[in-house]
């Protein structure tokens, strides 16, 4: 079934949205990896830390339109929210000891493991056990599929048809 | 008409359901059962040694819930690819 | 008339079922199951309120009681997958829309 194509698509948008998405770049990525890495101390964590980092891909599909969104490959983001999502059940290997997904490293004065007194304080950094890397491999593979769905659907409803 | 009929006849009655499941809650602020969850309050800071109870229950009391929820996101991802991945010409050729 | 949140969100799901099956159009469709998983979400949050509480997160919080954390923790996981059962209908009306040319749900049948 032939039917006209949209050349309206080809450059992107025009010259404003284009600087005003590289400048935003930066903020975005930084908000979200704000978000990931203290996930045990305020509200947030893996989830929407990595969604806010898959609007990076959305507004670069957006304000540079078909032709340069081929730049993006599929296959090497797919490849990294598997890594993302293997190395999640990896962490629940650590505390094997006494159970599956076991904090051990909570309490141990080893890289995660400080203790914090009980009641109101403000947050330190380092504690939480085996928390924070759980945060950082479920932020990564939230953002790569999150990416991917985008990526997919907007190159399939953008090319000619064949 | 008659279809369309039947159709609204029965969300009417499907509404009036859950409606009456709505007045049959607690009222709300005073939720029924909070054994576990002043027990997560109290011991969670203590176990975890985190500041965020919402994220030690996510992630270590409820972790089993997290992968396999984890699990599913990247499964609707690649059903995503799967659908709608074709790459063009080169599929004709097979 | 206190539990005005619960009939909120039974007024929501219901807004959400219905539009999913009087409609014609399948975007919209879509909408309404997107809606009525919403709703859901929101009931689960709204049970675990306590009066005059506060998010249970101890970083420099204020001195009240705290409400339950594991509503929240059971809606994070349903968000996602109602992300992921929304993502997978849209690839396929993506699909039907290019195969038979229009989103009326009723003009040709998945038979042929």
Known sequence: MKRKTDKSMDDGMSIIVKVAAYVLAVPITILGLYIILHGHLTPGGGFPGGAVIATLTVLFLVAAGKEKAKALKRDMISFAGGVGLVLFAFFGFIGTGTTFFFNALANSGSLFGMRIPFGVNPGYMWTAGVIPPMNMAVGLEVAASLSVIALVMFVYTMEDER | MKGLLIRSLTLVLLFAFLMAAAFQLNPFGSPAHTVMDDYYIRNGQAETASNNIVSSVVFDYRGMDTLLEASVLFTAASGVVMVLGRRGKDEKKD | ?112
């Open chain 3, 1 to 112: 008339m206190m539990d005005l949140p619960f009939i909120a969100v039974m007024i929501l799901i219901m807004l959400g079922i219905s539009a999913a099956v009087l409609k014609r159009n399948m975007i919209k469709i879509v909408m309404g199951v997107s809606i009525s998983a919403s709703g859901i979400n929101l009931l689960l949050v709204a049970l675990g309120y306590r009066e005059g509480g506060v998010a249970p997160i101890f970083t420099n919080a204020p001195a009240a009681q705290m409400v339950l954390p594991t509503p929240q923790a059971l809606t994070l996981t349903s968000i996602v997958i109602d992300l992921a059962v929304t993502a997978m209908m849209l690839s396929f009306v993506i699909l039907m829309y290019k195969h038979y040319g229009s989103t009326d749900s009723r003009k040709r049948r998945l038979s042929g």
